[in-house]
């Protein structure tokens, strides 16, 4: 570690002037709801395109692949711009940006020329504009509200109940338009989006434009990332999570479906997806009443529910059982999402947290291509249901090392007046 002392994890910008529900927080909460929403309806309509078009599945994987690499590639650039400028205004820039990569690929699809080239430079564009937005969500959800948990177990409920409700409003919208007139819908999201962040009157930041010292764009990488890798609580967490990725949750999508498709149909695997997507939500709510003080040990220790989801499906347990076992694993992953974002916001300045972000989000998501890239071979070498069950053990192995780290087990939450002291503890 840097022997350079850690600045102070005390938020420096003040909170929102009213509760939860003011009208930044209203304006946040209805611009990442519908742009949610829109999110989860692009996979099903691209997708029904696509095929509508002669394309098959593998034209499919890298059309998301474009998008999926851009944005993993570009985040931590997202995170030095959105420290140096204005993050809002970046965010609002990336919205502009997808709703004209959207608003010409549902062109494309409506007048029936659809190159893959092309669907794939759209999707890397979209990849980009999203890899400078979502350094910005970390930052933000503190100047919007003042309960930060409490804001993002409500922003979590709702993503979760879009991701619910998206993909069968897609299917619907694609069998009575089309897929060109989804896409759209995706685009309007987008604009919405804009618009309510545009409307935005967010306190000052931690430094303003004049206040904070001249620097380079490089130094402001290096010094995220000794930021990053001076919190010890931070990089292993990710550290344990890469791990987790490449072995459980890259390989968990593809393999649920090969398994659960051909022995009980399409419905079941609907079904237990829905299971997955309701448990979430109600882990989000659980998250907004049950607090603990330290959040992080609480979220871990949740963490070994969510073994339930490869098990239960690799177990061959009846439908009903997978259901059960699916939702209480939702339940358990939302659980600890909340407290992960919460400590991140919560135990880190302003003038950094988006650079700290972008460097957590990239070692997150990063791995998962492998992950789903290597579910065929391990598949075809061991079996599916060896590979699930196997990721059954590995998320109870993952939560036990987490606990098992001093910095992670013992950092306390960041409350008034104890944020900075309680961040220097923990580290």
């Known amino acids: 570690m840097t022997s350079t002392p850690p600045r ?133 959800v503190p100047r919007v509200a003042r309960d930060v948990q409490g804001a993002n177990g409500i922003l979590r409920t709702a993503e979760s109940l879009a991701f619910l409700a998206g993909p069968a409003l897609a299917g619907l919208l694609v069998a ?54 001076s919190r010890t609580w931070m990089w292993s967490v990710i550290l344990v999570w890469m791990v987790y990725m490449i072995t459980v949750i890259g390989p968990l999508t593809p393999l649920a479906a090969v398994e659960i498709i051909p022995s009980h149909g399409i419905r079941a695997y609907g079904l237990v997806q829905s299971a997955f997507g309701a448990g979430t939500a109600l882990g989000a709510l659980l998250a907004i009443r049950v607090r603990s003080e330290h959040p992080l040990r609480a979220g871990s220790t949740a963490l070994f529910g969510t073994a339930l989801f490869p098990a239960s499906i690799g177990a061959h347990l009846p439908v009903p059982a997978m259901a059960g076992c699916v939702l209480i694993a939702g339940v358990c992953s939302s659980y600890w999402g909340v407290n992960w974002a919460t400590s991140v916001q919560t135990q880190v300045s302003g003038d950094i947290l988006n650079r700290i972000h972008a460097y957590e989000v990239a070692g997150s998501v990063a791995t998962v291509p492998f992950g789903q890239a290597l579910a065929g071979p391990a598949s075809g070498l061991f079996g599916t249901p060896h590979v699930l069950l196997a990721g059954g053990v590995i998320t109870v192995l993952a939560a036990t090392v987490l606990l098992s780290i001093p910095a992670v087990r013992n950092l306390v939450r960041a409350q008034a007046g104890r944020a900075g002291e309680d961040g220097r503890k923990s580290r």
């Open 176 to 229: 009575f338009v089309s897929p060109g007139g989804v896409i759209a819908v995706d685009a309007a999201t987008f604009a919405a989006s804009a618009v309510c962040l545009l409307l935005l009157r967010l306190p000052p930041a931690a430094l303003s434009d004049e206040e904070k010292p001249p620097s380079t764009f490089r130094a402001d990488l290096v010094e995220g990332w000794r930021e990053f890798r």
């Open 8 to 140: 102070s994890t005390a938020r420096q910008h003040s909170p929102a002037p009213r509760g939860l529900w003011s009208r930044n927080f209203r304006l946040y909460f209805i611009a990442r709801s519908i742009a949610t929403l829109g999110d989860s309806m692009l996979p099903v309509a691209q997708s029904a395109g696509l095929l509508l078009h002669g394309y098959g599945a593998g034209a499919i994987g890298v059309v998301m692949a474009s998008y999926t690499a851009c944005f993993a590639g570009l985040v931590i650039l997202g995170g030095v711009i959105a420290d140096r400028f204005d993050a809002r205004k970046l965010m609002i820039g990336a919205d502009v940006v997808r709703l004209g990569t959207m608003s010409l690929a549902a062109a494309l699809f409506v007048a029936g020329h659809v190159v893959l080239w092309e669907m794939c430079v759209l999707a890397a564009a979209s990849g980009a504009a999203a890899a400078m937005f979502q350094p910005g969500v970390a930052s933000t």
